[in-house]
C-alpha cells in the first residue's frame, strides 16, 4: 500500500476531525485527486483505522460517510468494530457505535501528535523499547466512570480488545475518555495515566458497576492514575 498515500488520507482526515465534520466517498477521492477511486476506499480506509486502533486512537475512518446515507459502510461496523472488540456488532446498535466513535473522533485532541509519528516513522513497525499509548472507553450508563476515578488512583480497566494483551506494556500511557452516556457534550479525556502491570483474568466485584458487565471474567489491565481532568464532574481543558 502507498505510505504517502496513507499520510496524505491521514491529512485529510484529521482536518476533518478538528472541523468537526463529515466527508463523502467521492469527496475524499477528489481530495486526493482521484488517486483512489471512491469504490476502492474501503482497502486504504481499513488500514488508517486499523493503525489508529494499534496506537489507541480512536477510528477516523468514521469520517468517511456515503452520500446518500451520510454514515460509513458496512466494512466501518463489521471490520473496523471487530478490531475494536466487538465482532459481532448487531445492525440496531450501528447507529450508536458511530455516534459515539464520532464524537471521539472530533473531540480527540493529540492528532497533530499522531500524524508527527507517524510521517517520522512511516509506518514502521514500533521497536520493544518504544512505549504505546492507549485510550480506554468507560459509559458513565453502565459504569460511575467519574465517582471511581474521583475515588481511586490505582485502578483496573476491562480490557475488551485481548489481541492487544500481548502489546500493553508496564509503563504505557493511558488515557481515560468517558463517553457522552446519553448526555451530548459530555465525553472527553478526563484522565491521564500509566500502565503498572501486565493485563490479567479478574470478574471484578466493583461496586461502581451499575449492571452486571464487570462482572463477567474477563481481561484486566492495572494502571496508575497521574493526571486527572474530572473537577465535580466537569472536564476541563489543558492549554
Request: overall charge negative; glycine content about 8%; proline content about 5%.
Amino acid at each position: 500500500m502507498n505510505e504517502k498515500l496513507l499520510v496524505r488520507l491521514k491529512e485529510i482526515l484529521i482536518d476533518c476531525a478538528k472541523k468537526h465534520t463529515v466527508i463523502e466517498y467521492g469527496q475524499l477521492s477528489k481530495a486526493l485527486n482521484g488517486a483512489i477511486p471512491p469504490i476502492k476506499l474501503n482497502e486504504p480506509l481499513g488500514e488508517v483505522s486499523y493503525r489508529c486502533i494499534q496506537k489507541g486512537f480512536p477510528p477516523l475512518s468514521v469520517l468517511v460517510v456515503n452520500r446518500d446515507t451520510q454514515r460509513p459502510g458496512e466494512g466501518f461496523f463489521t471490520w473496523v468494530a471487530a478490531q475494536m472488540g466487538y465482532p459481532d456488532l448487531p445492525g440496531s446498535e450501528w447507529e450508536n457505535f458511530f455516534q459515539e466513535q464520532f464524537e471521539n473522533v472530533i473531540n480527540f485532541d493529540n492528532w497533530d501528535e499522531f500524524l508527527q509519528s507517524y510521517q517520522k516513522n512511516q509506518g514502521k513497525k514500533l521497536t520493544e523499547a518504544q512505549k504505546n499509548t492507549w485510550i480506554f472507553q468507560g459509559n458513565p450508563i453502565h459504569f460511575r466512570i467519574n465517582d471511581y476515578l474521583s475515588e481511586n488512583t490505582n485502578i483496573i480497566w476491562n480490557l475488551k480488545q485481548e489481541h492487544y494483551q500481548n502489546k500493553i506494556k508496564i509503563g504505557d500511557t493511558v488515557y481515560i475518555w468517558r463517553s457522552d452516556g446519553g448526555q451530548k457534550g459530555t465525553g472527553g479525556v478526563i484522565a491521564k495515566g500509566k500502565i503498572t502491570g501486565v493485563p490479567f483474568l479478574n470478574n471484578d466485584p466493583s461496586p461502581y458497576w451499575n449492571n452486571t458487565e464487570g462482572l463477567e471474567l474477563t481481561l484486566k489491565v492495572p494502571i496508575e492514575i497521574k493526571d486527572s481532568l474530572l473537577v465535580e464532574g466537569f472536564i476541563t481543558r489543558q492549554e
